[in-house]
């Protein structure tokens, strides 16, 4: 559960990571509406903030610079005003002292196959994203870069996984604005 942190932040920030498909901006909307927290997608806002270098053409992705990015979401606010569900593949970038919880979003790889190829991913994009599931890199990142009692890793391969992983983010978002103000 949350404890206090040291932080001046009115709001707290969540950062939520996993796998291209696992369901990222899915929790990410659901827990803005619930919460009125600000859901960041750090593919749209790297891009209308002018943070990308180039583009990766081998894996049909943007490529963000990790400095610009940061320089904006600082611009932003986002570590004086918390508030933000950053909604990314990587996590690994920002200042701990910005981050409150981590969720790392998890499913398994034959549904986020399924998913993908819904998606149009295909050959080596897609492949690299099924073994960046497999062998869980975005966890181990998550666990290298942050403290061990704010990651939280969430499985979603179903509607029922989804409506639980909401409550419970909510209802941490609850207990940590409960703290804060006491
Ligand atoms: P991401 O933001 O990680 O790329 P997403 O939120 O766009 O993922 O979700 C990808 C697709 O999978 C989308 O069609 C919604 C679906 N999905 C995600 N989580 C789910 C769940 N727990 N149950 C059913 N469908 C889910």
């Known amino acids: 559960s949350p404890r206090a942190r040291k932080t001046m932040r009115q709001q707290p920030n969540i950062v939520i990571t996993g796998t291209p498909g696992v369901g990222k901006s899915t929790h990410a909307e659901a827990v803005a509406a619930r919460t009125n927290l600000t859901h960041l997608t750090i593919n749209d806002f790297a891009r209308e903030r002018g943070c990308l270098d180039g583009h990766d053409n081998r894996l049909n992705s943007a490529i963000v610079d990790d400095d610009r990015l940061l320089d904006a979401l600082t611009a932003e606010g986002v570590k004086e005003k ?5 909604d990314w593949h990587a996590c690994d970038l920002y ?16 549904v986020l196959q399924k998913r993908l190829v819904g998606r149009g991913y295909e050959g080596e994009k897609l492949q690299e994203n099924i073994d960046s599931e497999f062998f869980q890199v975005l966890l181990e990142e998550a666990r290298e870069s942050y403290e061990e009692e704010i990651v939280v890793e969430l499985k979603s391969d179903e509607t029922g996984d989804l409506d639980a992983n909401v409550e419970r983010i909510v209802s941490w978002v609850e207990t940590w604005r409960t703290n804060r103000a006491s």
């Open 95 to 110: 200042p701990e002292s910005w981050i409150d919880l981590v969720v790392v979003v998890r499913a398994d790889v034959e």
């Open 82 to 86: 918390g508030g933000y569900i950053i």
